[in-house]
């Protein structure tokens, strides 16, 4: 478990940081803390072991300086990070390094030794751990054969495509078994079905391995493939966290919602609804898609043939997260006015609707 | 008075062995020294894996002061100081003390400018795994470095064949005292020319060798 109690970093500003006077005033709303700015601030988290949490937020939000906090490859300003109950703060800077073993990274870029063929980037954390040369060389086979990649163990990084550099970059980190798994963007560089395979492969790192997985983002997409948890950070705070289906169904910060709405595609922009009314003569109603499918479109059918109304799909957005659908449709309603205003004040009750 | 080339080659054989002696020792000597303050001088910068300013600025000081310091005048400044510790001033081993001073300069910039184009994210990739400071400089930064440092290192190379030829007109031995003692004070041409041309040759040698390490290295 990783637990982390009202961390805040302030990184001191220098005359080419990001908080001088000609950058950092206020984009995005962010503060300049007196003497510094303030990239994580005051953060509280707990992440379940074997869970897949994910932290989203746009750039310069502070996902990543939040991540390197967590394996303390940058020490808080204040408050403290706790992995396993133990606080890292306590610990020696030669402690913390035996922690690190036990918390695999994998970056946006990748960040493998060139000078060392994909066995030799693999056997690297296995020597640090002591392991002599055979057996770390079993055993980084055996993390390449997970990740499908035994066949390149001769090649250098330089040789293979981006998604089999990740895929190495996975197995690099996770060959001394860590119990946590931290990935900064580790698909933003890829194409999105390469981001799928590797999305597919962290699955199985957290199912088959049962592997805590902690997973930056700027796409909600990556959030819904594969997270049972999310945090949305804004300007180094996190303003919104709950379960994924819960945060997709019922966005409360605004921010949140923009993300949710962009995964999910469902309702339609204002362009979209001029060019809806321009094209349906008809009532438009917007009914939300969600697990219980009854108190939204099956109620809605029953309500349409009672009141003998007709209906034509005009827009609709539904997907999966975390196995559930969820999502919106948005429907034409053509029939005598009282019919559909029974069907709407019907459906209103039972649950939300948006008529235009 | 021209010299007798029957004989002579000899001589020119015996300066050519001298001045690759004085190259080689020189570059086994600054090329331990420069390494070992470049890793110092990276290490111990700004955001550095071992950041120290007292240090740094020390170093890097030092450095600023010798390296535009010419040559000829190095080795007439620390004449003193190489009296006192080779015990002499004149010959091949008085000439490879200012060679090494001046070049292990040149060798920790070298090595702390291609340090730097090491890509940061490999570090911190190392960092992540929880690699020491030394273990990340000799298993990570070293390696990862080595195709720019042997070019760096063939650069030092070639101009340790330039400062031998130097030191040799000022009473070090090898080629370049070759050249001043028949060359230039006996007015014979031939020798300059032989000079020069082993010169020449020496120094393509060097950067063959060089260019076909660098390749090796960098696998391209
Ligand atoms: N070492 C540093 N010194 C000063 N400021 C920093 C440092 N590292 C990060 N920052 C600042 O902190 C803020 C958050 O950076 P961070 O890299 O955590 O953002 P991010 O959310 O990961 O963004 P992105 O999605 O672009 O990667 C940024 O404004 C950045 O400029
Ligand atoms: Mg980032």
Known sequence: MIELRDVTKTFPSGPSGPSSASKGSGRDGKKRAEGGFTAVDGVSLTIDRGSVFGIVGHSGAGKSTLLRLVNYLEEPTSGSVLVDGQDLGALSERRRRAVRRSIGMVFQQFNLFRSRTVLGNVAYPLKLAGLGRAEARERAEEVLRFVGLEEYARRYPEQLSGGQRQRVGIARALATSPGVLLCDEATSALDPQTTQEVLALLKRVGGELGVTIVLITHEMEVVRGICDKVAVMEAGKVVETGGVYDVFARPRHPTTEAFVRSALQDLPEAATWDRLRARHGGRLVTVPVTENGAAGTRELSRLLREHAVDFTVAHAGVAEVQDRPLGSVTLELRGADEDIDAVLLHLASRTTVGAR | ?220
């Open chain 2, 1 to 220: 008075m021209k010299v007798d080339w029957n004989e002579f080659w000899v001589k020119v054989v015996d300066a050519t062995g001298e001045t690759v002696y004085m190259v080689l020792v020189t570059l086994a000597l600054s090329g331990v020294l420069g390494t070992v303050v470049g890793l110092a001088l990276f290490a111990t910068r700004k955001g550095g894996i071992l950041r120290n300013r007292v240090v740094f600025a020390v170093l890097n000081a030092l450095i600023n002061v010798i390296r535009p310091i010419p040559f000829i005048i190095a080795i007439v400044a620390l004449s003193p100081v190489t009296r006192s510790v080779v015990g002499t001033m004149i010959g091949t081993e008085a000439a490879i003390f200012p060679m090494v001073v001046v070049a292990t300069f040149g060798v920790a910039r070298i090595v702390e400018g291609n340090l730097l184009s090491v890509e940061p994210g490999v570090i911190e990739a190392a960092r992540s795994m929880g690699a020491s400071p030394v273990r990340i400089i000799v298993t990570v930064l070293v390696p990862e470095a080595l195709g720019p440092l042997v070019l760096g290192f063939t650069f030092m190379l070639v101009a340790l064949i330039d400062f031998s030829a130097v030191a040799g007109t000022v009473g070090g031995g090898g080629v370049g005292n070759l050249a001043m003692t028949y060359g230039y004070l006996r007015f014979d041409t031939s020798v300059m020319v032989v000079a020069v041309a082993v010169l020449v040759v020496l120094v393509q040698l060097a950067q063959l060798l060089g260019n076909f390490l660098a390749r090796k290295v960098l696998r391209r």
